[in-house]
């Protein structure tokens, strides 16, 4: 009787553990989702531009669902506002003064609407990302890298979002 009573214990408290990218806490009747042409408030159009591309790459490549353009014809619509975009340097080569390295932090807002009831099934607000790359400090080397860290950004938001719409977080 008493291991009975136990074994129904452990079963009742149970944890609820799950291998990770194996939920989807999203409702069983969403086929497709939509991503909506992202919102910029900045001057960086190359970051709206970037997430979501990287998002569709992220949802058609770990998730089941499809990504279609039509707004119309999805089940869900993910949108997406880029609220801030911040850079400031983090270091400086002493010898020229410049800055050798510069961290870019931007301010998002992602939320996905089922289509046909407009119920909120994810959101993500004041959300603030961050990355930080390299300046030459020889100016005949420069190389540019600023689209590279906010390409490395937009990866880095879209594995998250899509981890969020899978494990809720």
Partial sequence: M????GLLACLCVSCGYHIAGRADLLPGN???????PFQNATT???????LPAAISRELISRTR???????DQADAILHGAIVNYFAYPTVFDPRSGRAAAVQVVVLLDIRLIERATGRLLYQRTGWQVQERYEISADQAAYIEESDAALDRLSREVA???????LEGF
């Fill in 159 to 165: 594995r998250a979002v899509v981890s969020g719409l």
């Fill in 44 to 50: 960086r159009y190359k970051l709206a531009e970037a």
């Fill in 2 to 5: 008493r291991t009975a009573l």
């Fill in 30 to 36: 969403l086929r497709t989702i939509a991503i909506a």
């Fill in 65 to 71: 669902y499809q990504v279609t353009t039509d707004l």
